[in-house]
């Protein structure tokens, strides 16, 4: 099993920055890519971004891909998501997940991962 730790949520003010940071532990030898998702009270939970394990292919969402960046950090097993100008709709829990295995291209869809962290509160003020 992979484990999934995110962090770096927290209470921002409109325009503000975060990073998340998701630390993965366990068996992660063979992880595909990673992603970013968010979830926002009474919505459905949405990609945000995904990086292949290698770090060289990335996706990140066209309705945040002026604002958002993902990277990942090649001595650790941690990949981030930087959420710049940050905007009241980005108030959502935003979750970490492992693509399943089999895939070498990264997989926009919820049902192409499977393990999930337990995600970190990010809300934004006015």
């Known amino acids: 099993q992979v484990q999934l730790e995110e962090s770096g949520g927290g209470l921002v003010q409109h325009g503000g920055s975060l990073r998340l940071s998701c630390a993965a532990s366990?068996?992660?030898?063979?992880?595909?890519?990673l992603g970013w998702f968010r979830q926002a009270p009474g919505k459905e939970r949405e990609i945000v971004a995904a990086?292949?394990?290698?770090?060289?292919?990335?996706f990140v969402a066209a309705s945040v891909r002026d604002r958002f960046t993902i990277s990942r950090d090649n001595n650790k097993n941690v990949v981030y998501l930087q959420l710049n100008s940050l905007k009241q709709e980005d108030t959502a829990v935003y979750y970490c997940a492992s693509q399943k295995r089999g895939n070498y291209t990264i997989v926009t869809v919820l049902a192409g991962y499977e393990y999930w962290g337990p995600g970190t509160q990010v809300t934004v003020s006015s």
């Open positions: 366990g068996r992660t030898v063979g992880i595909s890519a």
């Open positions: 990086i292949t394990w290698s770090g060289e292919t990335q």
